[in-house]
């Protein structure tokens, strides 16, 4: 799995990620990729968590299967093709789908969630402050956002190593901060962990599992 911050606001949103892929049979490293994708022609960020398969199929159909202006449009097409993703997953790994995008049409932000336990069936996020795994977060300011986020990964990390193995998600690489509003999209690498090398050289002398976990 990962870790995934976001704040949802009408008129921007701000998502952070880590970057580590765990093998979902002992949560060693396999490798680092991006989890949060820039679809910039429809105005949406397209993020996951749980099973790799179902994140790049999302992305898949909204790159090169759907028509796709804004947010609205996305939504639609994942509906559409979600659902069947379901009898694909390993029963051991469950996923949730992830966009937040600009309403062309009610001129604001919007996010949905589509979780797999529901038949990725599309859920309307509310406005506000979205924390997975969850950890308790002080009612301070969250801005500025960069040192906001990296106190919350960084705590998430500490409690989910302090887990027994059969329930750790798997939290790090790097803190990928992306920020996007109606007209401007950004990325910004926020944090490295200190043992980033150590992990990505133990993904590299291992062969990757058939199933994984991001």
Known sequence: MTALNWVLQEDQVTVACDTLVSS?????????????????????????????????????VVISGALCRHVV??????????????????????????????????RQMRGHAYRSPNGFASE???YGLGIKPQVDV??????????????????????????????????????????????ELTAKTIHRFADYPHQFNLAANRPAPSLSAV
């Open 73 to 106: 449009d996305v939504d639609r097409a994942l509906t559409a093709v979600l659902p069947g993703v379901v009898q694909e997953l390993p029963e051991s790994i469950t996923s949730t789908i992830y966009i937040f995008g600009w309403d062309e049409d009610q």
């Open 124 to 126: 309307l996020l509310r």
């Open 24 to 60: 979902a049979t002992d949560m060693l490293p396999v490798r680092f990729i991006s989890k949060v994708f820039p679809i910039h022609h429809a105005r949406t960020l397209l993020a996951g968590t749980g099973s790799e398969l179902a994140l790049m199929r999302a992305l898949s």
């Open 138 to 183: 002080s009612t301070g300011s969250i801005e500025p956002f960069e040192p906001f986020f990296i106190d919350i990964v960084m705590r998430q990390r500490e409690e989910d190593e302090q887990k027994p193995l059969a329930k750790r998600v798997g939290i790090g690489g790097e803190i990928i901060l992306f920020q996007m509003t109606e007209d």
